[in-house]
């Protein structure tokens, strides 16, 4: 019975997924491959763990239990090499499978189980490298946020770019308001009583903020590996500071107006969440 619910679950990753019934390989939804059977169970038992060691002793027991050794060993590189052919995935810079000499594997994508029954009642998403992703429970939480499966695949450079633009646009604004210090301190005080307050979580969010920019700066010039995922933990402490740097066009509005003001202001209340869609977006092709 159990076997019955099992069958024709359908594996997501990245521009992936897979059929476990079938053993096609899709990308994109345009079938890229059809596995051997061997490989087919080794990928199935890698994508039913992801993050977690796959041990080459459970692999034997449950894959080639009535093989030799040397025929498990055989076997088992050449499934793994056709995994990777079919994956364009590298041993030595992986993106899907990790291999842990002499111990075993580790799917380290996020992973999306359709089907099977129960199993397909909570989605797997795991996150590791340099991605960014949200778990189905996640998704079904939010009805404003993007779902990474709603949003298009970009250039992982292109998007990499593009946030690294944004830390430096929120690291000249704090720059620039510590640099000015007095006139800002000037112009809080014409608002009366509150602007000490103002004036004091200002300078405070600015001095949190700049190391903080400073390091996304590097990790996204340098390529880190597992960026996404140190971003997705940084997000919800992110956002508040953000949102409250929005408002910073108004402390120059002497100088460029209050129509300007408010423009600048709108498009900054978004940028929090453009951060976040470019992580994912860059995600589907990294």
Do not use: C
């Amino acid at each position: 019975m159990a076997e019955t619910k099992a069958r024709g679950r359908t594996f997501r990753f990245g521009v992936f997924e897979m059929n476990e019934e079938t053993g096609e390989l899709r990308k994109d939804g345009k079938t890229q491959t059809r596995l051997r059977e061997q490989a087919t169970r080794v990928l199935v038992m890698l994508l039913e763990r992801p993050r977690d060691l796959v041990t080459r002793e459970e692999l034997r027991e449950r894959l080639w239990a009535s093989d030799t050794f040397v025929d498990f060993d055989h076997g088992m590189n050449t499934a793994i090499n056709q995994l990777r052919n079919g994956l364009g995935d590298e041993a030595g810079n992986p993106r899907f499978i990790q291999t842990l000499p002499r111990k075993g594997y580790r799917f380290i994508a996020p992973v999306e189980i359709v089907g099977g029954g129960p199993v397909a009642q909570s989605s797997v998403t795991i996150e590791t490298g340099g991605n960014f992703a949200v778990n189905d429970g996640e998704a079904r939480r939010s009805t404003v946020l993007s779902d990474a499966r709603e949003l298009p695949a970009v250039s992982s450079g292109l998007a990499n770019m593009l946030f690294l633009l944004i830390q430096l646009i929120y690291l000249i604004f704090y720059i620039l308001s510590l640099v000015r210090i007095r006139q800002v301190d000037a112009l809080l005080r014409e608002s009366g009583e509150p602007a000490r307050l103002i004036l004091v979580v200002l300078i405070i969010t600015a001095a949190a903020g700049i190391p903080t920019r400073l390091y996304l700066i590097t990790a996204a010039a340098f390529h880190y590996r597992g960026l996404g995922e140190k971003f997705r933990r940084l997000f919800p402490a992110l956002v508040p500071f953000d949102e409250l740097w929005a408002l910073a066009p108004f402390l120059a509005v002497e100088q460029i107006g209050i129509g300007a003001a408010i423009a600048v202001t709108a498009a900054l209340l978004y940028l929090p969440f453009a951060q976040r869609s470019l992580m994912l977006m860059g995600r589907k092709t990294a």
